[in-house]
């Protein structure tokens, strides 16, 4: 990641001189964080889980203590999967070492897609207007998922595959989704929405499992694609996927996931399309409404058509429909996650200039209101709206994420630490945004001079938006620990929160500061700028 390079972290001393604030900080929203879940101690599908995920503290200390108990690394650092009845000796080994970070099930996912349709050829229509022309594609489209059919002739000569599980097409899954995405123009058959972009399919087998999710997503992010479609879901967190979404989208790629189509079994929450900074799509049938299928919930982004998809579809496998002729129809939440990963290849091939998160906000932004006013969580902010977005004003662009907790900018995710964004210097203002969902808390590290009476103030941009400030010691690894806490300020919709603090300590001190937006919040988008000034020292 760009931003992420080597600083020194040094324990704090600073003395609050005046916080604007109550008794109490309103409650930091829940973030992902590791936690060690051993076989014995989860419950439903995932206790049947016959692999663990394993994590500890980069390095060779630790890859030779998995190696010693038959673990796999994966390609996200200090990252194992190991078989169930040996976990917990790993993990125990990992702890005497002072090296484990966590560990959990290998939960096993479920393809997004529901089932064949009527023929009724409208998709694309709903998304790209007859007048729009495709610009050169430019930006790459990762596709994880089952192997695709790289003979298929609407996809021919413009598929790339990697090194993955699957080695050959044995199931129709990733051809369809790759079809709606990016099937070529030829006049017969399945065009995409963005015609002839290039797919790189990380190739999975149907019963793909969170390590897969971690190796696809992290696979993919290194081949530099601009977006990654997972039309697949589990039920269950997997906080290793997490920490792969976060890798990649500090590499400037955006996944799109699929919302899940199990509205009408429980409606359970699906991930990744739940994790932050994971474009979440829901599906739409022929009247704009949605899908009574697609799975509603406070994730959902924007919406996609996902019913009665023409799709590509191998030959040999072509035996639902009753007529051979490589193209069939599909439903589901798989098919509305290609079209907008589609469409977010295109925004980027038009719009080079704009980075990952700002592509995701121009369709949020453009999107057109399908259902309540305003967003809900049927649709997220509504159908995307492609020829909208290609001339919206570009969105500010939200700097250094993603940096939603202290482990990712204190260098546990990434290579290296942030640098402070501030070093009691000139004023210094940063423009950003926080989201209950999407974004829900900002932290930056800021390294205060020795003798030096400093405030922090945040600014929101409109007059709904709730972003509150709390400032943490240096020592501090994660913002729930309380002990830390060295000021804060909540003072509600629309107004300026700011805490003023003093360092009285002879050397300089690091600290962070997190501006997040609260549970009780009306309005869950809250753009902001955050300012750090030096104070006059009484």
Excluded at 490 to 502: E, I, W
Aim: net charge negative; glycine share 10%.
């Amino acid at each position: 990641m760009l931003a992420k390079v080597k600083a020194a972290v040094a324990a704090a001393a600073l003395v609050v001189v005046l916080t604007t604030a109550g008794q109490a900080a309103a409650a930091l929203p829940a973030t992902p964080r590791p936690s060690v879940r051993l076989p014995g101690e989860v419950h439903g599908a995932a206790a049947r889980a016959t692999t663990w995920i394993v994590g500890a503290a980069p390095g060779g200390a630790a890859t030779a203590i998995a190696e010693r108990h038959g673990a796999r690394a994966l390609r996200l650092g200090g990252t194992y999967v190991v078989a169930r009845n040996r976990a917990r000796a790993l993990a125990t080994d990992l702890r005497r070492a002072g090296l484990l970070r966590e560990a959990e099930p290998d939960v096993v996912g479920r393809m997004s897609s529901a089932y064949d349709a009527t023929p009724f050829g409208w998709a694309r229509g709903s998304i790209v207007a007859p007048t729009l022309v495709p610009p050169a594609p430019t930006a790459q489209i990762g596709v994880l998922d089952t192997y695709v059919d790289d003979t298929h002739p609407d996809l021919v000569g413009h598929v790339q595959h990697l090194p993955g599980p699957a080695t050959g097409v044995t199931h129709p899954h990733g051809t369809m989704v790759s079809s709606a995405a990016a099937g070529a123009y030829t006049g017969v058959g399945v065009t995409g929405v963005f015609p002839g972009a290039q797919i790189v399919n990380y190739g999975v087998t149907p019963d793909l499992r969170c390590s897969d999710s971690v190796n696809g997503i992290t696979a993919l992010a290194a081949a530099h694609v601009a977006v990654i479609v997972a039309s697949y879901g589990f039920t269950e967190p997997c906080y290793a996927e997490y920490d792969a979404i976060a890798l990649a989208y500090g590499e400037g790629t955006m996944v799109v996931a699929a919302a899940g189509n199990e509205f009408e079994e429980g409606n359970p929450v699906s991930f990744p399309a739940a994790w932050p900074h994971v474009l979440s799509v829901a599906a739409t049938n022929q009247a704009n409404g949605s899908s009574y299928f697609s799975s509603a919930n406070a994730s959902i982004d924007v919406a996609a058509p996902g019913e009665n998809i023409p799709l590509a579809i191998p030959g040999a496998l072509d035996t639902t429909d009753g007529t051979a002729d490589g193209v069939t129809l599909g439903s589901g939440t798989s098919f509305a996650a290609p079209i907008v990963a589609g469409a977010v290849a295109w925004l980027r091939s038009a719009r080079p200039e704009i980075s990952n998160g700002q592509a995701a906000d121009l369709l949020r932004r453009t999107a057109i209101d399908i259902d309540k006013k305003g967003w809900d969580q049927n649709s997220g902010y509504g159908l995307i709206n492609l020829e909208a977005s290609l001339t919206a004003p570009v969105p500010e662009s939200d700097p250094l994420e993603p940096n939603d907790s202290i482990a990712e900018i204190d260098g546990t995710v990434f290579r290296n630490p942030d640098d402070p964004v501030w070093n009691g210097g000139p004023r210094k203002r940063i423009p950003a945004s926080v989201d209950s969902v999407e974004d829900p808390i900002d932290v930056y590290r800021v390294r205060i001079p020795a003798h030096t009476r400093w405030k922090a103030l945040v600014r929101p941009q409109t007059r709904t938006g709730d972003p509150d400030l709390q400032l943490l010691r240096g020592a501090a690894t994660s913002l729930t620990q309380r002990r830390f806490d060295a000021g804060h300020s909540d003072h509600g919709a629309g107004r300026t929160d700011s805490v003023t603090l003093t360092n009285r300590e002879a050397t300089a001190r690091s600290m962070y500061v997190a501006v997040y937006v609260p549970d009780e919040a009306r309005y869950a988008d809250a753009p902001y700028t955050l300012e750090l000034a030096h104070m006059s020292l009484r």
